[in-house]
Nanobody, 119 residues
Framework: QVQLVESGGGLVQPGGSLRLSCAAS????????MEWYRQTPGKQREWVAT???????NYGESVKGRFTISRDNAKNTMYLQMNSLKPEDTAVYYC?????????????WGQGTQVTVSS
């Protein structure tokens, strides 16, 4: 079974940095496309970043140049390094594993970790 657990969230001042972690079961991180999303109350989920099996990366325009997605296959963990944080980055951050089976993609989600950027 696919299991994802986010951690590393907290309160940080504007301009500060934070690193989020997503611990996964088995070899999920190394064997699948991994993503980070975020969501605030009353708003739709926003895509943040994608990390492919081949290590290609893509970022949302609002975080490009400030956030970095990466993985550690030995630890079966994905990370999101967040720098130059802004108040608008405040949200619950979720990791996602996109598992392909017989040509069909299945998305698995963690429970999320809260990030609050405030003075």
């Amino acid at each position: 079974q696919v299991q994802l657990v986010e951690s590393g969230g907290g309160l940080v001042q504007p301009g500060g940095s934070l690193r989020l972690s997503c611990a996964a079961s088995g070899t999920i991180v190394s064997s699948n496309v991994m993503e980070w999303y975020r969501q605030t109350p009353g708003k739709q989920r926003e895509w943040v970043a994608t990390l492919t099996i081949g290590s290609s990366t893509n970022y949302g325009e609002s975080v490009k140049g400030r956030f970095t997605i990466s993985r550690d296959n030995a630890k079966n963990t994905m990370y999101l390094q967040m720098n130059s944080l802004k108040p608008e980055d405040t949200a619950v951050y979720y990791c996602n594993a996109r598992v392909w089976r017989n040509g069909v993609a299945y998305d698995y989600w963690g429970q999320g970790t809260q990030v609050t950027v405030s003075s």
